[in-house]
């Protein structure tokens, strides 16, 4: 009996603290859709990774020797390179979550440095499977027992920060610890919110071509300049799939993933796909549909395979087993093509240029929670992980495109037969990935209506029409 | 269901079918089977090719080398022995408390008497009908406000209450003859000694039962783990192969290999316990 | 083995009403506890006093406070409005409103109960498949036992991967073994109809084993003598299975369908890893967790998911109670 009432009474104080903020349970299976365009993280380093989790999670306090991330001297234009006035007597414990557990080793790397000027903060690194990852992420935000440090991408920003649940990093700026113009501008304004900023970006990604050097040899079509257009992407293309047709391959694929497909190619026909402001969508516009247009006469010219094929075989596979020519991707495939067996013949060229040239991109961010009891101890960690020495350590590891300006050296050398330098050039064009507060929303009215305008199911026209009503009434609700 | 049997079979003569004609009957099983193993076959040609042949399209049936690599990057990848570890300590937690709560409960619901009773058992049978998502938060924040995040009791907390469990338990009772419990209680036993000595030796297949279907739930439990605890050495094996499936690539062969060795600990339980249910109803004999 | 399925007693506890309107069988089976105590013991207790708790104490605790709290504060949300973090404001049968007014909830229920009934399919299966098991002089029947059982054991998601490829279109085995009879397979995956059908198999398969432990369970308990007085009789095998087996092993069969139904209402997992989450396809082929799952995640409205829980609840409840009245005309006591 006395179990019961003690439980009832744990009952009622659970019932208490729940009906002061949460919401109903929400739990989610494996793979959590609400951020189906992706992060930018890249997985798999190109240095085998040092039994990455062998010791996973535990802390590193380490006031050892020094990792290997001293700096170089600094490129350009950047400020402060690690963080003004460290305080060696703070003290914490923090909880450091990320979702990728390709990119423990270089965190790790990373953290070593960081315990040199702050020995007795302890960092617990929590990796969390993409899958879950946002899922347990709003059941902590609900409960207030959000990570002290966690990664965050465009499409759940501006949700978290609507609601209160991260620091905004201003302090930190007019304090000198982190500078913004040391990062791509599109992410610092990707992760600003009402002129505040709460994220620093810590990689970021791009979009471009690569290419199977061999299969074009194969089929006797010359390689794209980088200058090429659209019309030279869609009849390179085509020839591409008549020619190599015995040999069941394609020359360009379509495909749902809006960051490496439409969303470039309604940029570059000068349009959007949320207006600046978030609150209308840009697909009832003509430069829209000539965006969506590109997709669907790709696949009605024969050049990429059927919206159904593409379904049930991504065109990442088609370009891995050689089945495909060209390939719209981030440079996070290149995680996929180290050691593959066509490593050898793939480059990179720009994405061709429509009535402008752009690309779409994306960078993961670390951010503070607002109710974190280590506040100072999780912003000097922010910090230091901006900072010039731990990007460098980032981009040298290989793992990801490190954000600080000038330290994506590395990336570049990571796979010295392709052109990797393409994606750094790209950042001249670059435009932020759309988001608003709800992107999930109306990223699943996309999912739903496009395939349609894509395979030639529905008129385009008519299918935008759609897209951008049911998109304006998920704007409205947010 | 009696059509269904017509179907598949043809009318043998009256008389008991000798060694002879069995042959069709280990063809259907033997079909039956492989539709069933079939995919693990395939599983295991994954686990011993490389990620370019998993990928190739049109699929490789047989890589070109086996990749035995790949069983020993599972050790790499993942801390593997202790999250089995972790995985058989909750395993065998949850299977205990399950079968002891959920043995004494089904007793009580099938043979007592009390108040309320029928409501009672009602209200606990109907937690099934909610899908486990719906519970995540709520049980999220009474773990939290019980002090309970990132240990082991949290992990296993939900889990050791069982609905189907009392359902099992209380259905074997309650096909108990009555007079064995008469015949106890004219002696003058106790309920507790009722149970003990009478009742409970009499339900052992349905022990052996709930123990199979409480080991594998809990082997495969992924998401409460993932969300309760932040420390990956305090998760399971299920949770730990969640962590081989990244944003934007799997290792495929890896994956599989991890699932295979995953499985293997519980595919070995259930041959030895299923045994146990054999023997336990021969020793029966009859269906009370 | 005692694992016969819920028994009538329950249907009537259900029901409110009392056992007499069962025709008991007479002798084993009798005297089930109720609060009338029938003579049988003579009416020496009318409660077990404190012992009941004791025995029911700990479980009832931990499903209260796990279980039955979160339900209550669903049902509370249910009437509520909030978005993802918080701030609660009542609303009435609002979100009810909408959930009734939306075609793709309707759709969400169709979906699953079309799964739902394929996978019962797998029931006589497995009746049929447990009763050749129990053939007496089979050689063999711990492997096959085994191989039957494999699926249950599966991890998920491993196992959805290694389906996705069985089911591809261009490729994949089904496919290849059906252009063998001379059938064009479809796009399983990317075609709308088709893709519930292969997630239908796929739940098929892999629930067959877990039926069939439970019936061979039941089979093994069917007394001999029944079957050798029937062959005294001339009963051919077959007319033993339909007038001996499938009577006494219906309790069995009993369980596993309220079993099984229960558990295909809350098909999620299996859905997102076979079709994927990008897949055009998926919107129109949601099970109605699915549909909770949108609600409260990607749309963002708790609330709203908080009533589509209830609804579930209800729907499944419903079900299950049907169930257990209709178990009266065709379970044998």
Redesign the interface.
Known sequence: ?R??IL??G??LA??AL?A???????G???????A?SGSSSSSGASIPSQGSSADGGSSTTDTGPAGSSESESPSSNTSSQAPPAADPSLKATLTYAVWDQNQVAAIKANLKGFNKAYPNVTVNVDVTPWGTY??KL?TE??SGTLPDLFWMNGPNFQ?YAS?G?IEPITSQVSSGAIDPANYPQALDAMYSLDGVQYGVPKDFDTVAVWVNKALFAKAGVALPKPDWTWEDFQRTGKELSQKLKADGAYGAAAG??GQTTYYDTIFQAGGQVISPDGKTSGYDSPEAKAGIQFWTDLMSSGASPT???L???GADQWFLSGKLAMYQGGDWFRAALIGSKIEKDVTVVPLPKGKVQATVIHGVANVVAAGSKNKQAAQALQAYLASQPAQQQQGDMGAVIPAFNGTQQGFVKSMPSADLQVFLDELAYAKPLPISK?T??WN?LE??L??DAFSGAKPVADVLGQLAGEMNQALAKE | ??D???A??P?????????GS?WW??V??GV?????????L??IV?SLSTQAEVQS???TFWPAQLQWDNFANVFRLLPFFSQLRVSLLMTIIQTVVQIV??T??G?????????G??F?????L??????????LL??YQ?VQSLGWLNTLAGIV??G??S??G???MR?????????LE?AA?LDGAG??RI?GSVMVP??G??VS?LA??TI?FS??LLLWPLVVSTRADQMPL?AG??TL?GNHQ?D?PV??AA?LM??AP??IM??VL?RR??D???S?G??? | ???????A??VT??AGGTRSDIPGRPG??????S?S?RG??GAR????GL???L?????????????????L??LW??FTK?????G?SFTGISNYAAMFADPEFYRSLLNTAIYTLIVLLGV??A???A???E????R?T??????????????????A???????????G?LNWAMSLVGIDGP?????PGFALLAVSIVGL?SS???SM??LG?GL????RELYDAA?VD?????RQ??SVT?P?LSPS?F?VLV?TT?GS??L??LL??LL????????QSMSV?FY???S?????D??L??AV?MV??VL??LI?LAQFRMQRRWVHQ
């Open positions: 009996m179990k019961f439980a009832a744990v009952a659970a019932a729940v002061g903020c949460s919401s109903t349970g929400a989610a299976g494996s793979p959590s859709g609400t189906p946002w899922t709003q935000a609900s949700l609601n649940k749902m993933d919206m159904a094929q379904t049930e075989t709800n999930a929303a699943a999912a739903k496009l395939p | 269901m009696a269904v049997s017509a598949r079979k009318p043998t003569r009256a008389g008991t079918p000798r060694d069995l009957i280990h259907v099983l039956g089977g492989f539709v069933m193993a079939f995919p693990f395939w599983q994954m399209v049109p699929p709560l959920c004494f409960a007793y009580a619901f099938a043979r007592m008497r009390f108040h009773r029928v009672l058992f009602g209200v606990v109907s937690i099934l009908l909610i899908p486990s998502q719906v519970y709520s049980q009474i907390a939900p050791l209450f609905a189907f009392t359902f099992l259905t074997a009772f309650v096909n108990l003859p009555v007079e008469e209680r309920p507790l149970f009499l339900v297949p349905a039962v199979i279907t594998l082997w495969n299920a192969l969640a499936s799997i495929y994956l599989m699932s995953a499985m519980v595919l259930f041959i299923q249910v054999i336990g109803l021969a029966t009859l269906k009370g | 083995m005692a694992m016969d399925a819920a028994r007693d329950t506890a259900r084993r089976r009798g005297g089930r506890a609060n105590s049988r013991v207790r009318r409660t077990d012992w009941p708790w025995f029911t104490g700990p479980l009832l605790v931990g499903v209260g406070v796990f279980y039955i709290w979160p339900i504060q669903t949300f249910s909030w978005g993802a973090f918080g609660a006589p299966i009746v049929v498949l009763w050749l098991l053939t007496p002089g089979l063999f711990q492997f096959y036992r085994v191989l039957f059982f494999l699926p249950y054991i599966a991890m998920p998601a491993a196992i991967l290694v389906w996705r490829i069985i089911f591809n279109g261009d490729f085995v796009y399983w995956i990317a075609t398969w067959l084993g877990f432990i439970i369970a093994k308990a069917i007394p062959r001339g009963a051919s095998r077959w299975f339909r499938v006494m069969i369980f079993v229960i209402f809350q999620f997992d997102y890893a994927g989450s990008s897949n055009p396809v998926l919107p967790v909770f799952y949108s409260g995640f990607v749309q963002n708790k609330g998911a908080a829980a579930i609840f499944i409840g299950t």
